[in-house]
């Protein structure tokens, strides 16, 4: 099994910018989700996804989109970029079971806006 | 307003010591603690966790101790190892929902030789 796995590894975007950042897991987890990571400070959950077609916001979901077509994939949308959106963004996924408590997470994407 | 707090950002522990990271919630909404560990470059992995209704977990040279009636928690590392070199991220899970994780802001821990 490849986990978690998440493309691209780096990218340098220009204010105004769109891209996708690409999140696919190959467990079978249902929960899906994002996160950001600013230096210094904790990971803060942008959107999540208890299944196929479901998906609602975390703490920070401002400048952000998801969906959810397939149980394996769950992209992470920036329509604008902003300055503010720099930062590195982990995707993780977990069982629906609640006595599985582990997070699976990728191994990140650094994001710069400049 | 912060959930989880690690108030130490930083910490250095010679190595076959004893490494203890702490963390404090404000938050009585929480069944599960967990303990990640994240190394440069990688994704957090998940290290040992806790349940809100025990007060001490052990796994190997891992142990996090549960202190619900001060809301903090502390992992005991024993004995310290060069390889534990990395950033500790706290976290708790909510009790209702789609399980989600307030993560703590971190402590790096550096074992020195």
């Known amino acids: 099994n490849a986990g978690v796995t998440q493309t691209p590894k780096f990218r340098i975007l220009k204010i105004g910018q769109s891209m996708t950042l690409q999140c696919t897991q190959d467990m079978n987890h249902n929960y899906m989700y994002w996160y950001r990571q600013d230096p210094g400070m904790g990971l803060k959950l942008i959107y999540y996804s208890v299944g196929a077609g479901i998906t609602d916001k975390g703490e920070v979901p401002n400048g952000y989109n998801v969906s959810r077509s397939t149980t394996e994939d769950f992209p992470l949308r920036l329509e604008l970029a902003a300055p503010s959106q720099t930062s590195v963004y982990f995707c993780?996924?977990?069982?629906?079971?609640?006595?599985?408590?582990?997070?699976?997470f990728g191994p990140g994407t650094r994001l710069t806006v400049l | 307003d912060q959930q989880v707090k690690q108030n130490s950002p930083s910490l250095s522990v010679q190595e076959g010591r004893i490494s203890i990271l702490n963390c404090d919630y404000t938050n009585s909404m929480f069944d599960y603690f967990l303990w990640y560990k994240k190394y440069p470059a990688e994704g957090p992995t998940f290290l040992i966790s806790i349940s809100s209704i025990k007060d001490k977990n052990e796994d190997g040279r891992f142990t996090v101790f549960l202190n619900k009636s001060a809301k903090h928690l502390s992992l005991h590392i024993v004995p310290s190892q060069p390889g534990d070199s990395a950033v500790y991220f706290c976290a708790a899970r909510i009790i209702q929902g789609a399980q989600k994780l307030v993560f703590g802001q971190g402590t790096r821990l550096t074992i020195n030789p």
């Open positions: 993780a996924s977990s069982f629906r079971d609640t006595s599985y408590n582990e997070q699976f």
